[in-house]
């Protein structure tokens, strides 16, 4: 198992982006079991397939096809040069949601380009042989965010399809550069509405007012998590500054404030102006601080945990928490957060309605895959 530098330090004072304070009062019981299921190497997203065999990405550039039946690993040839230096990684996995017919993958890489660096979205088909050997064929990147620019942090690069298979929904972060979030003609910090085949989808809000056709909406941070509710209703999660950390309703053509209006501070100190009613800019439905460091986000519509059904589940990087977030209609409240004693990279839900969680593998953290099922 590779562990990064600093792993001298406290877990709880570490975070994705700097974002270094620690979570808020952790319930203390928690209402599940937790199985140890496989260990990888820094995984940083995962999804399910149609036989129950997973694919699961990994920082440096690897994509594993496990077998949670037997613990199988079969690493996926095909995967293009990932830039995996900082926040970089081979991000997001998600079938398409025609997988059953054409067998395509979408996924989300960082990459080295022309101006710098920045995140792509691809495709390729999934094609295991008779021998067992896998591999994605005729992989291509069908959208890169623009511009590329210099560093290593806040890609984002989330992907969900909409409810009716449709269209995909694609997350750029601001790369910390503040104000492409506000730029009409770049796609950082935004939610991007977009065809199958990576190409601007048609009626999006904004492109009448000479935004960047893709833009769905603007005023973001870092998006590390995008899902879609029972009702079609789209919901996301990003990184604040030095507090702040929101979960959004998204809707076509709002601006949320970024970096104009955050409920955190940035960390030279100076002041960002907190969202207020009347600022022209959409405010957050739940916000932390100080900061969970949110990262992954699951719709759960499962049976195995009734009690649970229209909750969003986040998962915590420097409070090492898995937090549960309640939805009533366009409202969303606080309900749980629970001590992981790990930093969480991911959580989904399985075919069973158990919820599946990915540690980090970063900062002292191990990079284990957890099944959490009722406590009784």
Not at 64 to 92: E, R, W
Request: aromatic share 10%; charged share 20%.
């Amino acid at each position: 198992m590779r562990h990064y530098a600093l792993t001298a330090m406290p877990l709880a004072l570490i975070a994705c982006s700097a974002d270094n304070a620690t979570g808020q009062n952790a319930s203390a019981e928690k209402p599940f079991k937790t199985s140890v299921i496989a260990d990888f190497d820094s995984p940083w997203a995962m999804t399910f397939l149609p036989d129950g065999r997973m694919l699961v990405t990994e920082k440096a550039g690897e994509m594993i096809l496990f077998d949670p039946k037997n613990g199988t690993k079969i690493p996926i040839a095909g995967i293009p040069k990932v830039d995996s230096a900082g926040q970089g990684a081979l991000m997001d996995v998600v079938l398409a949601p025609d997988f059953g017919q054409n067998k395509t993958v979408y996924f989300s890489f960082s990459e080295a380009g022309t101006g710098g660096k920045g995140v792509a979205l691809a495709t390729g088909t999934f094609n295991q042989a008779s021998d067992g050997t896998t591999k994605l064929a005729g992989v291509k990147a069908i959208f890169r965010a623009s511009p590329y620019v210099e560093g290593d942090g806040h890609y984002s690069g989330r992907i969900a399809f909409s409810p009716d298979g449709q269209f995909l929904f694609f997350t750029n972060g601001e790369r910390q550069k503040f104000d492409p979030a506000q730029d009409p003609k770049s796609t950082l910090g935004k939610v991007l509405r977009l065809n199958l085949d990576g190409s601007p989808a048609a009626g999006n809000p904004l492109a009448a007012k000479g935004f960047h056709p893709a833009i769905w909406s603007y005023g973001h941070r870092n998006l590390l998590g995008i899902a879609f509710d029972k009702e079609g209703r789209l919901w996301e999660q990003e990184m604040g500054p030095k507090g702040g950390d929101e979960v959004n309703l998204i809707k076509p053509g709002l601006n949320y404030g970024y970096p104009l209006a955050s409920n955190g501070s940035h960390y030279d100190g100076r002041d960002i102006p907190d969202h207020k009613p009347g600022d022209g800019f959409e405010a957050p439905k739940v916000w932390w601080n100080p900061v969970i460091s949110p990262a992954g986000l699951a719709y759960y519509s499962g049976d195995l945990f009734p009690q649970w059904k229209d909750s969003l589940f986040i998962g915590g990087l420097s409070s090492a928490s898995l937090i549960r977030v309640k939805l009533d209609g366009e409202k969303a409240s606080k309900a749980d957060q629970w001590d992981m004693s790990a930093r969480i990279r991911d959580v989904e839900q399985g075919p069973d309605g158990a919820l599946w969680v990915l540690e980090d593998g970063a900062y002292g953290s191990q990079g284990r895959l957890l099944k959490l099922t009722p406590a009784t």
